[in-house]
């Protein structure tokens, strides 16, 4: 009979994978913190905020930008975790062959379709990334850069909204913080 993992093997597996794939990149923070910080940010707000307890949506989380910022590919993160948490991944990974002002467009665009599960992993993800402008910046951001990135964050997650009340009320206390 084979080796079923539970819940918390798998989240620790998922994590040690997201960890070393990561282990060279950096925010672009004035402190170059670690990226594995974003990830694990996703999960806690999907676990502590929102109260997710899915394994597929908190692993998925911890993964989210593998596919894109790393060397992983779909195929290994289903041999490796299986097709549910590797197609929320998928959802959620923009190519990074289109210019950026495309995979701006194409993620408001597709935000109104993604799965439930998916939904959730970009809306914490928006949620991360607009705390993490207000409180370490990417370095030589301006003021209308990080505006410009909060107005486009809601234009993303408008597109996902009905998935969870609370996180989007989340997202919108952070956007009230925005950059005037």
Same mark, same amino acid.
């Given at each position: 009979?084979p080796?079923?993992?539970?819940r ?8 040690a994978?997201?960890?070393h794939k990561?282990?060279a990149q950096? *925010? !672009?923070?004035?402190?170059?913190? @670690?990226y594995i910080?974003?990830p ?5 707000v +999907? =676990?502590n ?20 910022d790393?060397?992983?590919?779909r195929?290994?993160?289903? *041999? !490796?975790?299986?097709?549910q948490? @590797? ?7 923009d190519?990074k062959r +289109? =210019?950026?002002r495309?995979?701006k ?9 993604l799965s ?5 992993v ?5 949620i991360c990334?607009? *705390? ?11 003021r209308?850069?990080k505006r ?5 964050a809601k234009?993303?997650?408008?597109g996902l909204r009905?998935v969870?009340p ?11 913080k925005?950059?005037?």
């Amino acid at each position: 009979m084979p080796h079923r993992r539970d819940r918390w093997e798998l989240f620790l597996e998922v994590l040690a994978f997201s960890a070393h794939k990561h282990r060279a990149q950096r *925010r !672009k923070d004035r402190q170059a913190s @670690a990226y594995i910080n974003h990830p694990i940010a996703l999960a806690r707000v +999907l =676990h502590n905020e929102a109260l997710v307890d899915d394994p597929a949506t908190l692993c998925a989380a911890i993964l989210h930008d593998t596919i894109e910022d790393t060397k992983t590919t779909r195929t290994e993160l289903v *041999r !490796k975790f299986g097709r549910q948490i @590797a197609g929320v991944v998928w959802e959620v990974t923009d190519n990074k062959r +289109l =210019h950026k002002r495309t995979r701006k467009r194409l993620q408001v665009e597709h935000a109104p379709h993604l799965s439930p599960r998916a939904k959730l992993v970009k809306l914490a993800d928006k949620i991360c990334n607009l *705390r993490d402008i207000r409180a370490a910046p990417p370095v030589g951001w301006s003021r209308a850069r990080k505006r410009e990135y909060y107005l486009w964050a809601k234009r993303v997650v408008d597109g996902l909204r009905g998935v969870h009340p609370h996180l989007e009320r989340a997202f919108d206390r952070e956007f009230r913080k925005r950059p005037k």
